[in-house]
């Protein structure tokens, strides 16, 4: 299999088994298990844990499990500008900038997800290259995550690796600002969001 058509299996892939396990989702894992024939080595053996896991687990506990890990653990989310922008007016740049992206490939991003979520990112790089320049440009984000899962001892940590490794080596700065981040957070904003308080500030002049 060529370069680019495995890594685009790939892509599918990882997208697949980062999804909410929904029945739809599950019905497509011998598909998925399939496909990972094709692959290099070490993205196949991490994305067939990821399979493994999915295909011996209950569709309930499953369910339960990944809403409690993405869906509660701030460190563990998986839309790509919070790791870089966190709540802060930047993120909603960053956010046109990737609706940008598929707007460039005629693609829209359905189920009310936002632009970053990474499944859907994938989905793009599987059919663009503006997905690809997405996922490098946020490298820091999938190196974060990446610790954050194995810290959970997480098998999705399995599926986020595959993923990097579909990716040219991380740089020097990418390594800098992935330390960096991980001992500070994603960035915070207060500024602007005074007006919204619950208590008046300005000593009744308004």
Known sequence: MSQPTWRAVAARAASLLLRYPDEEVLAALPTVRAALDGLPAEVAAALHEVVTHREATEPVELRAAYVQLFDFRRRCCLH????????????????VEFSAAYKRAGLTVVDGELP?????????????????RLLRENRVGLDLLVEALGRDKSVYRQAVAAVRETLPPAQPGDLAAAARLARTGPPVEQVGLEPFGLVDTTGGRR
């Not at 859907?120 to 599987?126: I, N």
């Open 116 to 132: 970053d979520f990474l499944p859907a990112v994938l989905d793009l790089a599987a059919v663009d290259d503006g997905g690809w």
């Open 80 to 95: 790509l500008t919070y790791y870089t922008c966190g709540d802060t007016r930047r993120r909603g740049e960053a956010l």
